[in-house]
């Protein structure tokens, strides 16, 4: 299973090359940050979805720019979109999340992007775990902008739940221009082995956003299923 975790910027630089780097990466499921929320937003999601290669999952305007993609060899059965709390003064954030199978296993995959205040980060986080264990699913994948570094609180807590996916490395994510830090991560909870874990990098990467993909591939037991 291959699971991408892509801030795309809202578009605003070269979206040609986020099509083409979304198509390059040829992801199972791609956990979108920053995907169209506002004038037209379904259709322009739907839009880079189709573009891509992959079919809209769910998310973009209706959880605050977080959005799913996923391939075609991906059966999606059940999806949460999900609103954190509200903080005053500040953008609405939120989360998708979906209980996907492939090749006779069971995953839930959610797609997150946190925010730029430490205390709304640390709440949401603590959202974000309760809004996937309604799903009570042996694997569990995060994947998002978490917006702090790894030896930072919130990153830190997630990294307990979960496992990051990352291993010790530490590519950094954001930006292209300036790439100082490692901001993005996938987390894995459960009976999965990452077998592959790398920061994309090439010409089309660098003019597509300011962020750069993390691409994670993943081997599930087909027997870690539950309906």
């Known amino acids: 299973l291959r699971v991408v975790s892509y801030n795309v910027r809202s578009l605003r630089d070269d979206r040609s090359a986020v099509v083409r780097v979304l198509r390059g990466l040829d992801a199972d499921v791609a956990c979108i940050q920053e995907a169209p929320r506002f004038l037209r937003w379904r259709s322009r999601c ?8 992959l079919l ?38 939120g989360a998708v999340a979906a209980r996907i199978h492939r090749g006779g296993a069971s995953v839930v995959v959610a797609s997150v992007h946190l925010g730029l205040d430490a205390d709304e980060r640390a709440r949401h986080s603590n959202e974000l775990v309760e809004l996937v264990d309604r799903f009570d699913a042996e694997v569990t994948v995060v994947a998002g902008d978490i917006n702090e570094r790894p030896d930072q609180p919130t990153w830190a807590a997630i990294a307990a739940e979960f496992t990051d996916s990352a291993a010790g490395d530490e590519t950094p994510t ?23 874990y790398r920061v994309a990098d090439d010409p089309d990467v660098l003019v597509a956003s300011d962020h750069r993909p993390v691409v994670v591939d993943l081997e599930v037991d087909p027997t870690t299923r539950r309906a």
């Open 174 to 196: 954001f930006s292209t221009a300036d790439p100082r830090r490692r901001i993005d991560g996938v987390f894995v909870r459960g009976p999965a082995r990452i077998a592959a």
């Open 56 to 93: 809209y999952v769910g998310g973009g305007g209706s959880t605050g720019g977080t959005m799913m993609l996923a391939s075609l060899r991906v059966d999606v059965r059940s999806t949460i979109e999900y609103r954190f709390s509200r903080t005053p003064a500040l953008h609405r954030r």
């Open 46 to 53: 739907a839009a880079l979805a189709r573009e891509s290669g």
